[in-house]
């Protein structure tokens, strides 16, 4: 059975911190192409980050430059850096993991809010 769990949300002031941790269970996530997702309310979920299974990373226009996002394989743990955070970066975070022929998996997100 594969889970995502995600932990490290919380509430922030506007320009803090927050690292977020997904941690993955049944799946090696080293070959995942891995992601964090977020939606606000009345928004469409959109991509924030994602790393593939290479190392290549792919951020939204957004968010570059405020926000990290990087894996240990051995612990099977993807994270998000996120600095400078901004009150529009309030939503729920989810992880993701997809891979071709296999499909994707989503974990339960966890809240972020950024007081201004």
């Known amino acids: 059975q594969v889970q995502l769990v995600e932990s490290g949300g919380g509430l922030v002031q506007a320009g803090g911190s927050l690292r977020l941790a997904c941690a993955a269970s049944?799946?090696?996530?080293?070959?995942?192409?891995m992601g964090w997702y977020r939606q606000a309310p009345g928004k469409q979920r959109e991509l924030v980050a994602a790393?593939?299974?290479?190392?290549?990373?792919d951020y939204a226009d957004s968010v570059k430059g405020r926000f990290i996002i990087s894996r240990d394989n051995a612990k099977n743990t993807v994270y998000l850096q996120m600095n400078s955070l901004k009150p529009e970066d309030t939503a729920v975070y989810y992880c993701?993991?997809?891979?071709?022929?296999?499909?994707?998996?989503w974990g339960q997100g966890t809240q972020v809010t950024v007081s201004s």
């Open positions: 993701h993991a997809r891979r071709d022929l296999v499909g994707d998996f």
């Open positions: 049944g799946i090696i996530s080293s070959i995942y192409t």
């Open positions: 790393v593939t299974s290479g190392g290549t990373t």
